[in-house]
């Protein structure tokens, strides 16, 4: 069949450069090479040197040079000291005076700044494992803390680069075996009668006297030579190894600002965002992105950042395999438009990235081209995705046998070393619920989910995010999504004209109105003072046989059965937000996590086991930990609430008192001291060595039936408060996951500023005891009942309540 196909289509040659002028072909890729390579070697010479620069050593030499020459009284032991190096180096002394100083000063402020290098970075590293400044208030430091803090910032070194800190970053230690199982006892000990309480309880003794000395061991060891001694299980075993599909069940979903769109051209939007992240991407090629610090002092892990982009989930037979591509293999997106597929170069014939005018033309006419070829390809041909919200082991099996050669090959070769993979919709969705849910899955065709990021563009000018999370977390998109958002609104009359076009580019007090393809596949700005060529888009072609075909129908089929089961509901809390719950002099995330236990409890008519992820990049490779929010606490104060005969005082004290603990436990996970990844390390340490173990069986199958997740707002020194009136309907309201148990719910939730909060809830449509709707009522609910037990009616902030 590849062969007929290839028979009656026109020949994939696209433009050759090379040839025609040999000589600036050869000028230009040697000057390509030697830039890429140039800014490589200096970024890893300077991440390698990091906190010292090259001026420590130039400023040894020079002084040591000095007091040679100088030859003062009080050098005398200095010089002293560098001429019996010059001996022991055997440097004769018939060499010139001049150059023998050179040579005996230069290695002595090596050697120097060997020991500085080294004394600086572990002295560093021994600095950020301090932790004290986390359980202080931000404005009532100790003076302990303020020095600390004072010695950090003089020390950390000046100018970092985005990975600078990453040597410098303390190990993730292991915690002590009998403080987690202690932790695990306290966390399960209100879900259990006395009986089955005393049982558990009774197996974590047992272990701690028998297997859990000697996994303890192992993890301890790995702790000393492994960057991180949980991270890289987590990801095999967590991630890559789950044979489930990555939709609804892995991959996440974001939205764009909650109320506001800057335009409702669908091919001018995505001009803008694609040009955005594919200048972000270029800032981390250069590391030019600023590392994140905590209080503009304590810096974060910044490895994530290296698979945003470029990134690939290979399915395996038993494990997948993440593929990231290297910026000199990877310079093109996939651009999906009426169920085709095109490949778009984002770089011009000079290697400069195409202007957003360029990029506008570009994306105009995929949409026009697949609108054109539309019938003439079947519907077959236009859901090849589908295959990829498979089971793992399934499309493997179909990837290995029917995209191994010929024309299916190479396209998803290319798919594969895309940037990111863009989708032109075909239609509109509103409301944030319908459109949180269509891009958690899509129609059954829609995302490639194997793709780092799934970039969808509605026909109204909106879009959405699909992210894979084997590769990172979502704070780390967040983050880069933040500074498209956040530069989409500060420079939008940068980027569109008030018709909502994209602005067009003037270079020189010249506009570019038209651009127009040779017959060679290059389009060619006109009336410019140099030719900028680009590539025609390609279009991706596909080799389906009928048992191909047969699986793809399937596929879709799956996908859309997946799809239809899950419930989403995505609403805004504007009564009031963490403006009053800090008032109270509580943690506002504390507090929505009593608001989301009260309200399951009246949903449920018990509690249950509450997953709250925390990040721990406080380490090197640190990824994601549990805290476990279901406290004796707040067990104490849900059922005191839920009890009308209970004093509003008492109830009040036992709300402070659960949320101080929360608060808490969110630090002690953020600081290595959680108890969750350190389980499923022993779990891991356990069935790798050939053994088992009753109580770590029992304790990692405990189903998370309401599992939690705030997102971060802000991230980006620089970054307009969100309270401000003119980001009112411009903030992000984040974004969610389908639930962890079958039978439970999945929540997160993004809190804007001081007036409102966003909360994205999702169940499974077949579980009869769950409903996404009734549980964010009853949290709305519960929120305005604990709101009522302070004060007085919650009061109206903005326009904007309970929209979904």
Known sequence: ?????????????????????????????????????????????????WPTSIWNLGLTVGLLSLCLIGDWSFVQPINRLLWALADFLHIHPGIPFGIRIILVTFSMGFLFFLVLLHVRRYTLRVLLSYRGW???????????????????????????????????????PVPPLKASLARFLGSIEPLYDEEKFKELKSQAEDFEKTLGPKLQKILQLKSWWAQNYVTDWWEKYVYLMGRSPIAINSNYYALDQSYWTPTKRQVSRAAVVVYQFVRFKRLLDREEVPPLLIRNTIPLCMNQYERAFSTTRIPGEDIDELVHYDSAVSKHIIVKAKGLLYKLDMFDSLGAPLAVQHLEHQLQWILDDATKQYDEVGEIDKAVSALTGLNRTEWHRIRKKHFRSGINKESIDVIEKAIMFVILDDISIDGMSNRGKYLLHGDGTTFWFDKSLNLCFFTDGRLGMNVEHAWGDAPVMAHISEYVMTNEI????????????????????????????????????????????????????WDINEELGTKITQAVEHNRVNNDDLDLCVRDHSSYGKGLMKKLKVSPDAYIQLALQLAYYRDAGKLTLVYESSMTRLYLHGRTETVRSLTKESYAFVKAFSDSSTPPDVVKALLRKAC???????????????????????????????????????????????????????????????????????????????????????????????????????????????DSKRFMDLLFEALDDMRKLFAGPPVEENGHVGKS
């Not at 062969?3 to 230009?28: M, N, T």
């Not at 030697?34 to 890893?44: D, H, W």
């Not at 430091?141 to 970092?160: E, H």
């Not at 169940?763 to 005891?769: I, L, R, V, Y």
């Open 1 to 49: 069949m590849a062969e007929a196909r290839s028979a009656v289509l026109e020949p994939r040659v696209e433009y050759i450069e090379e040839g025609r002028e040999p000589g600036k072909d050869f000028v230009r890729a040697l000057t390509k090479s030697v830039r890429r390579r140039f800014f490589r070697t200096r970024n890893l010479i300077r991440n390698g040197m």
């Open 134 to 172: 986390m359980y202080e208030r931000p404005h009532s430091q100790s003076w302990r803390t303020v020095f600390w803090a004072v010695v950090v910032m003089l020390w950390r070194g000046y100018s970092p680069i985005t990975y600078s800190y990453q040597q410098s970053l303390p190990r993730m």
């Open 490 to 541: 500060e420079q939008y009359d940068e980027f569109y004209t008030k018709d909502g076009f994209v602005c067009p580019i003037r270079n020189k007090e010249e506009v570019i109105e038209e651009i127009r393809y040779t017959s060679e596949g290059y389009a060619i700005p006109e009336r410019t003072q140099r030719v900028h060529m680009m590539r025609q888009p390609l279009r991706l072609l």
């Open 660 to 770: 101080d603990v929360h608060q808490g436990l969110y630090r002690d996970a953020m600081n290595g001291k959680g108890l969750d990844r350190h389980m499923f390390a022993l779990y891991v340490a356990c069935k790798g060595s050939g053994n088992e173990s009753e109580f770590l069986h029992n304790a990692m199958t405990i189903p998370w039936t309401l599992s939690t997740s705030q997102q971060p707002q802000q991230q980006i020194a620089g970054t307009p408060d969100c309270n401000l009136p003119l980001y009112a309907n411009k903030v992000c309201p984040g974004g969610g996951f389908g639930p962890v148990s079958d039978d439970g719910y999945g929540v997160s939730y993004m809190i804007p500023g001081d007036k409102k909060v966003f909360f994205h809830v999702s169940s499974k449509k077949k579980a009869p005891q769950t």
